[in-house]
């Protein structure tokens, strides 16, 4: 004992992971230098291509007799091929004694040392006369009536698209490794994990003198063996004491995770692109304002969520979770179909909302089933199964979407998502089967939590000043203003998904650290408000800030949504846990959070609503920097309101003792 | 039994393992091909505009002065000239704008006209079995559309280099594989493997069923996962009740 051991199960996991990524590896350098050999003769032949059509011009002037010194316009030619040809480097004229009569895109010490150079060897298959590599460009040169000409290429400008490959790729690696471990969780769970607890639950009855139920486990190896034995024992003594022992039906809560994951996943695909999706059936609808149209359906899936929801929690009551779920995820099914095939803009209108009432209804038995097979003890951690398998494919969904939407179009992305929410479908019978602990639906809002909710005026300053700015900022600038303005510059859907992906992250790598900040200091109110301000602040940047620039400054701005938010939503909760008025809000009961949850729910429908028509009449780039200033402005006066007076009490409680 | 639950548990993890490498290795595969492709296309297509935008600069000197598309003798000369000088091009048309081809030089008997789905763009690019085109619109001096270009290379080349990449990606894709599967089920393999401790554990109980009482000759730390040390030690707790509970020499249990 003693010396450290290696883990099996991490070490096979680790095994399997280190040859795929081997396995890439070697796919991905075929691919570059294959592509390179094959693409390099073509390179060539278009760099020779531009370059005699440069020659000509040139030949035409001097033809005519203008002397070559006295050339001019060769900066507008260089401009009008690098417009055509971004892979040009750049573009020299000499005289006949080698002087440099016009040098466009490289510097003339450059030049030089780059004529100084040694020519690359082997030279590689494809070169013409005039041709070759030379300090990583490659150099067309050509003579001139009077003089040469040089045209060079970057030589880097092949593997480009490739290396590019390699982000796409790494994307969807990230994915296939997730949902392996998605899959894998309920696996190990249901034939390790399950059995081994409630093998050592029966032996520790056993050890207090009590005889335990039958473990009721069905697995198999060693510990399979192991069970089978103490079932077996437990059995004969039971049986020699005329007692009965109940098999018990282990319902496992980690199958929610890959649940939640799959149809979230699915509604995630089309997150970096559906804004253009929708314009671009809206362009085709006559009498529609293309941007108040995108901006209205963008938002109205959420805002369908919010209203779906309540009547999926009476369904709920109906159906049962594994019903409920499956209508669910067949509605959520028809809803991709139809938005991946739909003709026109009111089409799209039914099938989106119809994708959203499938949202509901698999959120809806998705909840019912942790509150059915957790207990008070252990629902935050059922509770925090779903939610990690929403954070997952919160990260996921928008950064694959973009990926496949890029390479193989929009709608065969929608039809990627409605074969998950169908494989989600034919996976709930297995997954959510088994005797639920009690029938309890999830809480649904009511008119009463209303009530409650709006006489509680410090829990309306909440929702108001904090929950929803937040909610509007999420949805009205990651889900409409960005995708719109990244697009809008020329970025393709993968990239723009990739930047979405950083919003997921933050969350996840931000979540349960701003969560124990929040627990430890009991300042939520501060925490809420520094929040909010840092998830706005660089928004307010983004109307100054130029388009070369815009990677940054995209990054930044949602790395620090994702910030900003992962550090206020977790401190208000916490708030309004304090301020509910019932003691069951650790399972999300409280009728508060439910209303909460509702009303986050409507007012996120609302922010591409919102930010549409200002981008229409402003600019994309302003009504970024103008949702910034809201959100910010809230956050003050959420200070003002809220954390200042609650200083004065303290302080005024301080002096009186 | 035991056995072969063992075995399904070992082809569960293993096959979801492989089948999610297979996936990812064909994904990988199928975009690097698409990137490779799209690379191909756009070189093509930057060399052909080359070539399409100096016969349109020749039409429009035409135009500047006059002289409509139909009434221009000296493009048909123009137009020969680039095709003698550029070999990999197989055709160039000057076609008018309701599609009607005006001048038309062609090396194979081909009689396509792929401009026809690209009447009034700016410029183009397709790619078909038989060629990659490009287009150009041409507009006159007062912006109305006068004519169209339309040059077309042969395929041949492009799904020649397509054919070659596809083939490698497919012998390193199945030979990458085929080291990932036997990799990932020696994984399995290694993650589904027989628990010594846990196994001593289990003789134990039986000879303690079968009457027996042996000397435990194991501890819950020699077992090399956690959860296996946790079952061992829950079951060196029980031992002893169980050891009573066999002799007959416990009291009645309760039923939990």
């Known amino acids: 004992m003693g010396s450290p051991r290696l883990n099996p199960a991490a070490s096979g996991l680790a095994i399997a992971a280190i040859a795929l990524l081997l396995a890439l590896s070697g796919l991905s350098w075929l691919a570059t230098t294959t592509g390179t050999q094959l693409l390099f003769p073509e390179l060539a032949h278009k760099a020779l291509a531009e370059t005699e059509q440069v020659q000509r011009k040139i030949d035409t002037a001097l033809t005519l007799g203008i002397p070559i010194e006295q050339l001019i316009g060769i900066d507008a030619v260089y401009a009008g091929l690098k417009k055509g040809d971004t892979d040009i480097a750049f573009l020299a004229v000499t005289d006949s004694a080698d002087h440099i009569i016009s040098l466009q895109g490289l510097s003339a010490t450059a030049f030089h040392h780059m004529l100084a150079a040694a020519e690359k060897t082997p030279a590689p298959e494809g070169l013409s006369d005039g041709q070759s590599l030379k300090a990583g460009y490659l150099v067309t040169a050509l003579p001139l009536e009077a003089g040469s000409l040089f045209l060079g290429h970057d030589e880097q400008a092949l593997i480009r698209p490739l290396v590019n490959n390699f982000f796409d790729i790494a994307v969807v690696v990230l994915v296939v490794m997730l949902l392996a471990a998605e899959v894998m969780l309920p696996v190990i769970s249901a034939n390790i994990t399950s059995p081994a607890n409630a093998a050592i639950r029966v032996l520790k009855l056993l ?92 938002g109205l899936h959420m805002s369908c969520v919010a209203v779906a929801m309540p009547f999926a929690t009476i369904l709920y009551a109906r159906l049962g979770r594994v019903r409920l779920y499956g209508a669910g995820a067949l509605l959520a099914t028809a809803g991709l179909v139809g938005t991946a095939l739909a003709a026109g803009y009111w089409d799209l209108v039914v099938w989106r909302a119809l994708s959203a009432i499938g949202y509901a209804a698999t959120f809806v038995a998705c909840q019912g089933f942790v509150i059915e097979t957790t207990k008070r003890d252990n629902r935050a951690s059922g509770m925090a199964m779903m939610v990690g398998g929403i954070t997952l494919a919160d990260i996921c969904g928008p950064a694959f979407g973009g990926v ?68 509007l900022l999420l949805t009205g600038f990651l889900y409409y203003l ?5 697009l809008g510059f020329g970025w393709s859907a993968a990239e723009v998904g990739r930047v979405v ?59 620090a949504l994702g910030i900003g938010q992962s550090m206020s939503i977790p401190a208000q909760v916490s708030l309004i846990v304090d301020l509910a008025t019932e003691k069951e809000v650790s399972q999300g009961q409280a009728p508060e959070l439910t209303v909460l949850r509702f009303i986050e729910r409507f007012g996120g429908g609302m922010g591409p609503m919102i930010a549409a028509p200002l981008a229409a009449r402003f600019g994309t780039t302003n009504a970024t920097g103008m949702l910034g200033l809201y959100c910010l402005a809230s956050a003050f006066l959420y200070v003002l309101v809220v954390l200042l007076p609650s200083r004065r009490r303290k302080a005024t409680a301080g002096e009186d003792a | 039994m035991s056995s072969g639950k063992h075995y399904s548990l070992i082809a569960k993890i293993g096959g979801a393992m492989v089948a999610v490498s297979v996936l990812a290795l ?75 081809p005006v001048i038309r030089e062609d090396r194979s008997d081909d009689t396509d006209e792929p401009w026809r789905d690209h009447l009034g763009k700016a410029s183009w690019f397709s790619v078909d079995p038989d060629g990659l085109s490009v287009g150009l619109g041409i507009s006159d001096p007062l912006g109305s559309c006068a004519a169209g270009i339309a040059i077309t290379q042969s395929a041949d080349a492009y799904h020649a280099a397509v054919a070659t990449i596809t083939n490698r990606f497919l012998t390193a894709g199945l030979a990458a594989a085929l080291a990932t599967a036997t990799a990932t089920v020696a994984a399995a393999f290694l993650f589904g493997r027989r628990r010594p401790t846990l196994q001593k554990a289990d003789e134990d109980f039986t000879e303690i069923l079968a009457g027996t009482i042996p000397v435990a000759h194991f501890q819950a730390e020699d077992a090399s996962e956690r959860w296996e040390q946790e079952v061992v030690a829950a079951y060196l707790a029980a031992r002893p009740a169980i050891i009573d509970l066999t002799a007959g020499r416990h009291h009645d249990p309760e039923p939990h």
């Open chain 2, 26 to 100: 064909a994904l990988a595969s199928v975009l690097n091909l698409l990137r490779f492709e799209e690379a191909y296309q756009s070189l093509v297509a930057q060399r052909l505009q080359v070539t399409a935008q100096e016969i349109a600069r020749v039409l429009e000197v035409g135009l500047d002065l006059g002289l409509p598309v139909d009434s221009q003798d000296n493009l048909s000369g123009t137009v020969r000239h680039y095709l003698i000088t550029h070999p990999d091009i197989r055709m160039i048309a000057i076609h008018a704008c309701d599609g009607r």
């Open chain 1, 482 to 486: 960005l995708p719109v303005t990244l």
């Open chain 1, 404 to 471: 496949m939407a890029e390479r193989f179009g929009q709608n065969t992305t929608f039809l990627i998502g409605a074969g998950m929410t169908l494989l989600a479908c034919l996976l709930v019978v297995r997954l959510m089967a088994g005797g639920a602990r009690v029938a309890e639906p999830p809480q649904r809002v009511t008119l009463r939590g209303f009530a409650t909710t709006f006489r509680n005026r410090r829990l309306l300053i909440q929702v108001c000043l904090a929950a929803l700015p937040a909610k």
């Open chain 1, 207 to 298: 050890a207090t003198g009590r005889l335990g139920a039958v473990t009721g486990q069905n697995t198999g190896g060693t510990l399979g063996t192991f069970i089978v034995h103490l079932d077996a024992f437990a059995g004969r003594i039971a049986g020699s004491r005329s007692m009965s022992l109940r098999s018990t039906d282990t319902v496992l809560v980690v199958s929610v995770r890959l649940l939640a994951f799959l149809f979230v996943f699915a509604e995630e695909l089309g997150r970096s692109f559906l804004p253009i999706y929708i314009a671009q059936h809206a362009a085709q609808t006559p009498g529609l304002n293309i941007n108040l149209a995108t901006g209205v359906l963008t």
């Open chain 1, 501 to 559: 992906m950083i919003y997921g992250l933050a969350m996840l790598v931000g979540g349960p650290l701003f969560a124990r900040m929040t627990d430890r200091g009991k300042n939520q109110a501060t925490i809420v408000a520094l929040g909010g301000v840092i998830s706005s602040v660089l928004l307010l940047l983004v109307p100054f800030a130029p388009m070369e620039a815009a990677f940054w400054v995209a990054v930044s701005t949602v790395a």
